[in-house]
C-alpha cells in the first residue's frame, strides 16, 4: 500500500488567496424578515423522519411528527450514526461496535455484524454506505469492513489503525465516499496519542489499501468531491488531485467545518485565522480558493450548512450557559450574494440541519412555542424552509441522545450535508 503524506500543504498559501475576511456580506446584521417562497420543494413527498432515543430505533411522521418505535436494542447499546436506507431496511451503526440491517415493515433485526468484535465503547462509528449489495462502514477500533447487504455476512476487512491492527482505537464518524472502484475514508487522529488525523482510499471489491495520505492535524476532518476536485476539511481547507493528492489551492484557518459544494461555489463555516471564539460562514470559489462572500456566524461553532437551488440555510450560534452546548439561530441567504432571506430569533437550534422538500428538520427549542414548558417546546423540530416557521416539534428526543434526522421521501433519502452530498 502506497503512503504519502500531504507535507506540500505547509508550504506559504497561494497569492491567489485572500485573508479569512471579506467587505463583502459582513456589514449586514442578520434580521428577522417575514420570509416568502424561496425552494421549491412540496413537503407531501416527505413520507418519515428515522432518529433514535439511546437504544431505541424510531420513526416519525414527517408531516406531524407522530413518533414510532421500529426496535430497541439492549442496556446502553445506542443507536449511534445516520442510517442508510433502502427498499425498507436500514442499515446502520451501534454502540456495541457493530453494524445492523433492520426492516422497517416487520420492526425486525435481520443481522449485527461486528467491527472483528463486540466492544460497548461511546467512541465513534462512522456512518453507513451502501451499494451495489455491499455495505460498508467502521467501528471504533479502526476496522472498516464490508458486508454482505442481504446476509450481514463479512467480505473483506482494512485497518484504518496506524500500526495496521484491528484492535486499536481509530475513530471515523464520517461516511465513506465511494468513487467508482474506490473508497475513501477519513480516519480522525489523537493530538494525545500524537497520531495524525488520516485519509485511506481502498479497492472496492478487495479491501486492498491503495493510498493513506497523513494529514497535518489531528482535527476532526471531512472530504467532499466537487468534481474532479477532492475538498479536503483538517483545520484549513485543501483543494487537492483525488488520484495523487497534490495540492491545488489552500484556505487557512482556525477550524473548518464541512464543505458543502454547488456549481463553482464552495459554503463551508470556519473560525478564522488567529481567532479561537468567532466563526464565519464563507462562500468560497472552486477554482481560485477566493472568497466570494463572508458573513459573521457568531461564537466558535462548525455546523454544516445546506444549499438548495438558490438559497443557503445557515446557524448563527449565539452561545450557550453551559460549556460545550449550541444555542443556533437558523437563518437563510441567497447562495450567489450572501443576502439574507430570513433569520429566527425566537428558535434555538443545537445541530447541523437536514433539508428535505421545503421543510428543514433538527434539534432545539421553539422559543415562543405553544407551551409553557421549555422541555415541551424543545426536540427535533421541523420548520418550513421558505420562512422559517415551526410546524411541528418532538419533545421525546434531543441532540444528546439522538441521531441527526435523516428523512425518507417519495423523491429520495435526505440528511444533513455531510450525509447527502457523498
Known amino acids: 500500500?502506497?503512503?504519502?503524506?500531504?507535507?506540500f500543504l505547509i508550504f506559504s498559501f497561494l497569492s491567489i488567496l485572500v485573508s479569512c475576511s471579506s467587505d463583502e456580506g459582513t456589514d449586514n446584521p442578520l434580521e428577522t424578515g417575514n420570509g416568502g417562497t424561496i425552494v421549491s420543494g412540496n413537503p407531501e413527498l416527505n413520507t418519515f423522519v428515522v432518529s433514535s432515543d439511546y437504544e431505541k430505533l424510531l420513526t416519525l411522521d414527517a408531516s406531524t411528527g407522530e413518533l414510532t418505535t421500529v426496535y430497541e436494542f439492549g442496556k446502553f447499546n445506542y443507536v449511534h450514526n445516520l442510517p442508510h436506507y433502502e427498499n425498507d431496511h436500514l442499515y446502520f451503526t451501534t454502540e456495541d461496535n457493530s453494524i445492523n440491517a433492520i426492516q422497517l415493515s416487520s420492526k425486525q433485526l435481520l443481522w449485527n455484524t461486528p467491527f472483528g468484535e463486540y466492544d460497548?465503547?461511546?467512541?465513534?462509528?462512522?456512518?453507513?454506505?451502501?451499494?451495489?449489495?455491499?455495505?460498508?462502514?467502521?467501528?471504533?477500533?479502526?476496522?472498516?469492513?464490508?458486508?454482505?447487504?442481504?446476509?450481514?455476512?463479512?467480505?473483506?476487512?482494512?485497518?484504518?489503525?496506524?500500526?495496521?491492527?484491528?484492535d486499536g482505537r481509530t475513530s471515523a464518524d464520517s461516511k465513506p465516499i465511494i468513487k467508482g472502484d474506490k473508497i475513501y475514508?477519513?480516519?480522525?487522529?489523537?493530538?494525545?496519542?500524537?497520531?495524525?488525523?488520516?485519509?485511506?482510499?481502498?479497492?472496492?471489491?478487495?479491501?486492498?489499501?491503495?493510498?493513506?495520505?497523513?494529514?497535518?492535524?489531528p482535527d476532526t476532518s471531512s472530504i467532499t468531491f466537487a468534481g474532479?476536485?477532492?475538498?479536503?476539511?483538517?483545520?484549513?481547507?485543501?483543494?487537492?488531485?483525488?488520484?495523487?493528492?497534490?495540492?491545488?489551492?489552500?484556505?487557512?484557518?482556525?477550524?473548518?467545518?464541512?464543505?458543502?459544494?454547488?456549481?463553482?461555489?464552495?459554503?463551508?463555516?470556519?473560525?478564522?485565522?488567529?481567532?479561537?471564539i468567532e466563526s464565519v460562514l464563507h462562500s468560497i470559489d472552486l477554482t481560485t480558493g477566493n472568497i466570494i462572500w463572508s458573513i459573521d456566524t457568531g461564537f466558535d461553532t462548525l455546523y454544516s450548512p445546506v444549499i438548495e437551488g438558490d438559497v443557503v440555510f445557515g446557524i448563527y450560534e449565539e452561545g450557550g450557559n453551559v460549556a460545550f452546548s449550541r444555542n443556533g439561530r437558523p437563518f437563510a441567504v441567497d447562495l450567489a450574494?450572501?443576502?439574507?432571506?430570513?433569520?429566527?430569533?425566537?428558535?434555538?437550534?443545537?445541530?447541523?440541519?437536514?433539508?428535505?422538500?421545503?421543510?428543514?428538520?433538527?434539534?432545539?427549542?421553539?422559543?415562543?412555542?405553544?407551551?409553557?414548558?421549555?422541555?415541551?417546546?424543545?426536540?427535533?423540530?421541523?420548520?418550513?424552509?421558505?420562512?422559517?416557521?415551526?410546524v411541528w416539534v418532538s419533545s421525546t428526543l434531543a441532540p444528546f441522545k439522538s441521531i441527526t434526522p435523516v428523512v425518507v421521501a417519495e423523491n429520495g433519502v435526505f440528511g444533513p450535508s455531510y450525509y447527502t452530498d457523498q
Open 1 to 7: 500500500m502506497k503512503k504519502f503524506s500531504i507535507s
Open 120 to 166: 460497548i465503547e461511546i467512541f465513534e462509528k462512522s456512518i453507513t454506505a451502501c451499494e451495489d449489495g455491499i455495505c460498508y462502514a467502521a467501528g471504533h477500533n479502526g476496522v472498516f469492513i464490508a458486508v454482505d447487504q442481504a446476509t450481514g455476512l463479512e467480505i473483506w476487512r482494512y485497518s484504518l489503525n496506524e500500526d495496521g491492527s484491528f
Open 185 to 217: 475514508i477519513v480516519a480522525e487522529g489523537s493530538s494525545i496519542r500524537e497520531i495524525p488525523a488520516s485519509i485511506h482510499v481502498v479497492d472496492k471489491n478487495s479491501g486492498i489499501g491503495l493510498t493513506k495520505v497523513n494529514l497535518l492535524y
Open 228 to 276: 474532479n476536485i477532492l475538498l479536503i476539511a483538517n483545520k484549513n481547507l485543501y483543494a487537492v488531485n483525488p488520484d495523487t493528492f497534490e495540492n491545488i489551492w489552500s484556505f487557512e484557518a482556525e477550524g473548518m467545518g464541512h464543505p458543502v459544494v454547488s456549481g463553482n461555489s464552495i459554503i463551508v463555516h470556519t473560525l478564522p485565522k488567529d481567532t479561537n
Open 337 to 390: 450574494t450572501g443576502n439574507q432571506l430570513w433569520f429566527r430569533d425566537d428558535v434555538s437550534i443545537r445541530s447541523s440541519p437536514t433539508y428535505a422538500n421545503g421543510m428543514l428538520y433538527f434539534f432545539g427549542h421553539d422559543i415562543n412555542g405553544p407551551s409553557e414548558s421549555t422541555d415541551e417546546n424543545s426536540g427535533l423540530i421541523c420548520m418550513d424552509a421558505n420562512n422559517g416557521k415551526v
